[in-house]
Nanobody, 119 residues
Framework: QVQLVESGGGLVQAGGSLRLSCAAS????????MGWFRQAPGKEREYVAS????????YYTDSVKGRFTISRDNAKNMVYLQMNSLKPEDTAVYYC????????????WGQGTQVTVSS
């Protein structure tokens, strides 16, 4: 059974940085896409970024381009989200998720980590 555990959230001032980590276990993640999502209070969960198995491609939602960087370490089954120049509107619970390359649906999710950006 796939298990995803996020860490690294916290409280930071606007303009600051945080690095989120996601530890994946339960299977071999060859050909799996790793993604980050977030959900702010009163809003729907939204896509943030994703990265392919070989890290040959990365995608970002427009609002975080140039500020966030997704990366992965396949040897450690880890995925990271480096968040710089944080804004109050980045405040949300951030979730790690995985899907196969063949699927559009993320099949496993972590429990989330809270990121709060103060103005």
């Amino acid at each position: 059974q796939v298990q995803l555990v996020e860490s690294g959230g916290g409280l930071v001032q606007a303009g600051g940085s945080l690095r989120l980590s996601c530890a994946a276990s339960g299977r071999t993640f060859t050909n799996y896409v790793m993604g980050w999502f977030r959900q702010a209070p009163g809003k729907e969960r939204e896509y943030v970024a994703s990265i392919g198995w070989s890290a040959s491609y990365t995608y970002y939602t427009d609002s975080v381009k140039g500020r966030f960087t997704i990366s992965r370490d396949n040897a450690k089954n880890m995925v990271y989200l480096q968040m710089n120049s944080l804004k109050p509107e980045d405040t949300a619970v951030y979730y790690c998720a995985v899907r196969t390359v063949q699927s559009n649906d993320y099949e496993s999710w972590g429990q989330g980590t809270q990121v709060t950006v103060s103005s």
